[in-house]
């Protein structure tokens, strides 16, 4: 059975709405107030997922109690000339490293040798305190422990990718972009450092 | 899951069922009366020794999760508890670690399948792609796994995928102390892994449903990759395919078994015997052997951010594979040229496998120095890893773009039938195949 025609515009849906049904303005029309409520919860439900989501994703960033754990003091006296100890701080290795004359003298003679990551060897260690290369012993390509005494350069080799590090910890060779880190440290005293 | 259903509910409680959860009707639609190309060989039965895989994994994880503490001070003592004092402990965790060995055995022959025959082109570019989404997580999920042993491998393979991250501009260190919680890998590391190894086979789960559904849509690709024309062309899946993957299931298990009794570490690296030491990195770390390929791509390039862009871009290729094949022809069985180029692109892999495995300056040919090329010996590993990455991103990028476009493909048959019927008017020139008699 065909319906009756009715005029253009004119409901056909239910009859007891009364008027213009509200969603057929032609576009271009001003946004009534349906428009309005339904962009207004729609922007309501986003802004709520939003909210709710940086909570969700910043739970795991570092907690408050792995942010206090930072610093950590070490006495001197225990590494030997020529010698290194590894300590390990927030979580990585620390390398403390008593250099010899011979060895400060290789990364000096080098600052102006082509260096991916240009430093010179005094930009590395505390004024006046040559003899300690206090850094991370974390490879700055990938993060594996580099050893001591391989390599081409004197210094340290990471055996994962083989980056090789001279004297200063700089990065001569190898897929490593940057030369290891030296982290925030003072002297306390002539013995004592503090690191972080 | 589509088309016309020939479920007839048979009792008033399947009649009863039927108009409120048609559960019984999906599966027999599904996995019974599903018609399925009646020339499927072998190398279609993988999908299905990829769900029991799954399952296998799931069903020991849960196991293996009731005794293990997501604890650094814990986890390696609590894994050899499970290896000497949990009653069958053992065995359910030799089946986790081979399980995950397997899965991926199955899950390559299962995608150089879809790439031989053409499965990824239309109409299954959709069921292609939640492959490559299954891939994914199952990549993911392994590599979780592989941390919670806490043995050194498991710490310092963890340390550098997650340093990976690193290699973003800008955003790298952000991300990778939000991955680790903390400024290295640590338990906060551990734990988050923990619980994610264990959510991720479950959506593993979800996408393999929408994968069975994307497949049930347009059916299954067949050997000679032409559609299916008519009923002579297929065969209810069951008890056809039934009983020929649960053939291929038990031949496979017999492979899974000779592992599990026989040689349960083979497949494992010695080193993640050994608990982890933050302070000292194994002199060869490696990752587990499914994922050799791309470290070896990782290796290849002497650039941080440039080896970690080509190794995700391995996989990336993958999803947009159904776009840069160009040739009409499906199957590789009436492409002889590509089917060459096919071949050297499965060594390829191999190849890079192998490279990963071996020390970036280690000489292909033992004892033969030759001449440095830019960084290392032309005779090197670095420098075959290097032209397998070239050829591994060539086959998708050049060739299969190209040779679409000038390859003359051989004539296919008209049907699946054809080959096999004897027609010997429509018998095309290059179907080789005797006539079969039983049809």
Redesign the interface.
């Known amino acids: 059975m065909e319906p009756p025609p009715q005029p253009k515009g004119s409901l056909k849906v239910a009859d007891t709405v009364v008027g213009e049904n509200p969603d057929h303005h032609a576009s271009g029309e001003d946004p009534n107030r349906r428009d309005f409520i339904h962009i207004a919860a729609g922007a309501a439900a986003v802004g709520a997922v939003g909210a709710l989501a940086w909570p969700f994703?910043d739970q795991?960033?570092?907690?408050a109690d792995?942010l206090a754990l930072a610093s950590v003091d070490f006495d001197l006296t225990k590494v030997a000339l020529g010698q290194q100890v590894?300590i390990?701080w927030?979580?990585?290795?620390l390398f403390i490293r008593r250099r010899t004359e011979a060895e400060i003298a290789a990364a000096v003679a080098d600052d102006n040798a082509n260096l991916p990551d240009p430093q010179t060897d005094a930009e590395r260690h505390k004024p006046g305190k040559a003899e300690w290369m206090i850094l991370i012993?974390?490879c700055t390509?990938?993060?594996?422990?580099p050893?001591f005494g391989g390599g081409d350069f004197g210094g340290w080799f990471?055996?994962?990718?083989?980056s090789h590090y001279d004297t200063s910890g700089r990065i001569r060779?190898g897929?490593?972009?940057l030369n290891l880190a030296v982290p925030d440290y003072e002297f306390l005293s002539d013995t004592t450092v503090k690191v972080g | 899951m589509s088309g016309h259903s020939t479920y007839e509910p048979k009792t008033g409680v399947e009649r009863w069922l039927d108009t409120r959860l048609p559960i019984i009707r999906l599966g027999w639609d599904s996995v019974v009366d599903y018609p399925t190309p009646k020339n499927l060989n072998y190398w279609w039965t993988f999908g299905g020794i990829l769900a029991v895989c799954l399952m296998i994994q799931i069903v020991t994880g849960v196991v293996l999760a009731m005794h293990y503490v997501p604890h650094i001070d814990h986890a390696f003592a609590s894994v050899e508890r499970i290896m000497r004092d949990v009653n069958y402990g053992w065995l359910v965790r030799y089946m986790h670690a081979n399980g995950a060995s397997m899965f991926f055995i199955a899950v390559y022959i299962h995608m150089f399948r879809g790439l031989y025959y053409g499965s990824y082109k239309a109409p299954r570019e959709v069921l292609w792609i939640l492959g490559c989404i299954i891939y994914l997580l199952m990549m993911a999920t392994a590599f979780m796994g592989y941390v919670l042993p806490w043995g050194q491998m498991s710490f310092?393979g963890a340390?550098?995928i997650?340093?990976?991250f690193?290699a973003l501009p800008i955003v790298g260190e952000a991300i990778t102390?939000?991955?680790?919680?903390?400024?290295?890998?640590?338990n906060?590391t551990l734990n988050?892994f923990f619980s994610l190894h264990f959510l991720l086979p479950f959506m593993i789960a979800g996408v393999v449903g929408l994968h069975i559904w994307a497949l049930h849509v347009p059916g299954n690709n067949n050997p000679t990759g032409v559609n299916v024309k008519s009923k002579a062309d297929t065969v209810p899946f069951h008890p056809y395919y039934t009983v020929k993957d649960g053939f291929a299931i038990v031949l496979f298990l017999i492979l899974f078994a000779s592992f599990l009794f026989y040689n349960p570490n083979a497949l494992g690296h010695a080193d993640n015997y050994i608990p982890a030491n933050?302070?000292?990195?194994?002199?060869?770390?490696v990752p587990e052997w499914y994922f050799l390929p791309f470290y070896a791509i990782l290796?290849a390039?002497?650039?941080?951010l440039g080896?970690v862009i080509l190794m995700f871009g391995a996989i990336a290729v993958l999803f947009v594979l159904p776009w840069l094949d160009t040739s009409k022809v499906r199957s590789m069985r009436y492409r002889p040229t590509g089917k060459l180029y096919f071949l050297i692109f499965v060594l390829a892999c191999l190849v890079l496998g192998y490279c990963g495995g071996q020390?970036?300056?280690n000489h292909v040919i033992p004892g033969l120095s030759t001449f440095t090329l830019i960084?290392a010996d032309l005779n090197s590993m670095v420098w075959l890893s290097r032209l397998a990455t070239l050829y591994y991103f060539g086959y998708f990028l050049v060739i299969l773009p190209l040779l679409g476009l000038t390859e003359t493909p051989l004539p296919q048959p008209e049907s699946i039938s054809t080959p096999v019927l004897s027609h010997p008017a429509s018998t095309p020139a290059g179907a080789t195949a005797a006539p079969e008699k039983k049809g």
């Open positions: 994703i795991m960033n570092p907690s792995t590894t390990k927030r979580g990585k290795p012993g974390s390509h990938l993060g594996c422990v050893t990471c055996p994962c990718h083989g060779r897929p490593a972009p | 310092h340390v550098v997650t340093n990976l690193g102390t939000w991955l680790w919680g903390g400024f290295a890998v640590d906060a988050r933050p302070l000292v990195t194994p002199s060869h770390i290796r390039v002497p650039d941080k080896g020390l970036p300056d960084d």
